[in-house]
């Protein structure tokens, strides 16, 4: 996310909880900074996280591959046994 379409978010963000609060409380319970700071704390462990599973979706994928190529070798030595035993009769 930009750096300015998340100022823009935090800020609607921190005017609808804050307008909320007033409502129900009459008073804020943290500063504008704050606010932003726990915000930006979160968007980032956030960011962390979809990278972690970007990696997690391409190992999944090379992995996946891997195995095909696997059983695809499984099942040629499989028949070039067949074929061994049957001409030694086995």
Request: net charge positive; hydrophobic share 35%.
């Amino acid at each position: 996310m930009a750096k300015r379409e998340t100022d823009q978010t935090i800020d609607k963000l921190y005017k609808y909880v804050t307008s909320d609060l007033r409502k129900d409380l009459g008073e804020d319970f943290v500063t504008k900074k704050e606010f932003k700071n726990a915000t930006n704390e979160i968007f980032n462990i956030l960011d962390k996280q979809t990278v972690i599973l970007n990696r997690l979706d391409q190992e999944r994928i090379f992995t996946f591959n891997f195995v095909k190529r696997l059983e695809k070798d499984i099942d040629r030595n499989t028949k070039d046994i067949k074929i061994l035993k049957a001409k030694l009769n086995i």
